[in-house]
């Protein structure tokens, strides 16, 4: 059958346009601390002792579990028993916080190792304290010993710059130690040498007499104006330690916070009241008579040691050549330094 010259033959049919495509579903934020902080609790079966280590206050430990689970849609936590436990859902959730952190660290350590120029770069992690006020010194003398040396300074609380070295994202930890609350660190894959010794005490404003303007004990009815450390903060646990330990507690009234030394020292210097500073932190203000010690020499007083820590090389990933040459420096100087004082104690015995 011939067909029709003037016919047209019908279109195909086509689907109509698609309209513009769905967005893909997406999780909601997790941040790896709350991870952290898990892990932890399922360590240790205690909100108290992990908000300890965690270096925060025992409800905002509590409140970062919660965000965890909000996140999670499920309980991972059984709060009913003592010591806490993980539910059916948190047990096997446990291993798979492990796996996605030690993930995110072996990403993060590959992509450092590629980092331009990072060889000849000793990164060190401290808190802010001593960032501020021991290592510029410190670095300033170490140079004048060691010779030339290139660094970058990570300045954090205590328990971030903690996380840096064990997470390798530093070559050297330098912190404060005191027996009553030491760093958390295996001596099986961290090494420690001593850099010195330093004095945590209380000062306050000099007056027009050279006095201090507030004097500790204080009275029950006149308490001494208090600038506090924040609580959690690792420094803020050994100012409590100085205040159980007192012969003749002090009366005080806390009326400011702060995570911050270089903070407290600023609001001393105001005269807002008293404040617990490393002797470092001071000695500018001593020396010009700005701020004076606010007790008796010797009482409320605590000495911590500064150290310096490194994950041991055969446990290291990677161990930079100019940090390995610094921390032998370190270690023979210290090592010299302890065979000197052992003639002075037997001299003194005599």
């Not at 309209?19 to 399922?42: I, N, Q, R």
Request: glycine share 6%; hydrophobic share 40%; aromatic share 8%.
């Amino acid at each position: 059958m011939r067909g029709c010259g003037g016919c047209s033959r019908a279109e195909p049919t086509r689907a109509p346009p698609a309209g513009p495509e769905a967005p893909p579903a997406t999780l909601p934020a997790v941040e790896t601390k709350w991870l952290e902080d898990f892990v932890s609790l399922a360590e240790t079966r205690s909100f108290s002792r992990s908000a300890q280590l965690r270096h925060v206050t025992q409800p905002a430990f509590s409140r970062r579990i919660q965000a965890l689970e909000s996140w999670a849609g499920v309980d991972l936590v059984d709060r009913s028993s003592y010591p806490t436990r993980l539910t059916p859902a948190g047990e096997p959730f446990h291993a798979q916080a492990l796996d996605v952190l030690a993930t995110l660290q072996a990403a993060r350590n590959s992509l450092r190792s590629h980092h331009p120029g990072s060889q000849d770069m000793i990164d060190f992690a401290l808190p802010h304290t001593l960032a501020f006020t021991f290592f510029p010194h410190w670095l300033m003398d170490l140079r004048a010993r060691f010779g030339a040396v290139k660094t970058r300074l990570i300045a954090l609380n205590v328990h971030d710059a903690v996380m840096r070295l064990t997470e390798g994202g530093c070559d050297l930890l330098i912190a404060y130690h005191h027996a009553s609350q030491p760093l958390q660190l295996s001596p099986d894959r961290y090494e420690m040498l001593s850099l010195g010794r330093e004095t945590l005490a209380p000062y306050a404003k000099a007056g027009d007499d050279g006095e201090p303007i507030f004097r500790l004990p204080g009275r029950a009815e006149a308490p001494v104006p208090f600038l506090s450390y924040a609580s959690g903060a690792y420094m803020s646990r050994l100012v409590e330690a100085i205040v159980k330990q007192a012969v003749e507690p002090p009366h005080l009234e806390t009326i400011y916070e702060t995570d911050m030394a270089e903070g407290l020292k600023a609001m001393a210097l105001e005269g807002h009241g008293v404040a617990c500073l490393p002797i470092s932190a001071v000695r500018k203000e001593l020396r010009a008579r700005r701020l004076v010690h606010a007790g008796l020499p010797g009482l409320y007083e605590l000495t911590m040691e500064v150290r310096i820590y490194r994950e041991r090389p055969e446990q290291a990933r990677h161990v930079k050549p100019v940090a390995q040459a610094l921390w032998n420096f370190l270690q023979s100087t210290a090592q010299a330094e302890a065979a000197e004082r052992v003639p002075k104690a037997l001299a003194t015995a005599r």
